[in-house]
């Protein structure tokens, strides 16, 4: 339980954050939740400097959701291609 409510505040601490994020990433604000929750758990084990955990979290959550983003192009467009192949046959 307190888990959930430390995300619950660490999501209203960064909503600005997390609404940017989607935007920018063209991506559901729910999938960057998950995902900035998870970083910000992840980094936050290891971090001296806790102030610095939202920057550092929102600049590891561009670079994951870029990254899934970019090889969900790649496949569609694979997709796609083969898709075009196939009509041509």
Not at 45 to 73: F, G, K
Request: glycine fraction near 2%; charged fraction near 25%; hydrophobic fraction near 35%.
């Amino acid at each position: 339980m307190i888990d959930d409510s430390l995300d619950a505040q660490i999501l209203s601490q960064e909503q600005w954050s997390i609404e940017r994020l989607s935007r920018e990433t063209d991506t559901a604000i729910e999938r960057v939740q998950e995902v900035f929750l998870a970083e910000y758990r992840r980094l936050a084990m290891h971090a001296h400097i806790r102030s610095y955990l939202p920057l550092l979290t929102c600049n590891s959550v561009r670079v994951i959701l870029d990254a899934q983003n970019t090889e969900c192009d790649r496949v569609s467009k694979h997709g796609d291609a083969t898709q075009q192949q196939n009509a041509l046959e």
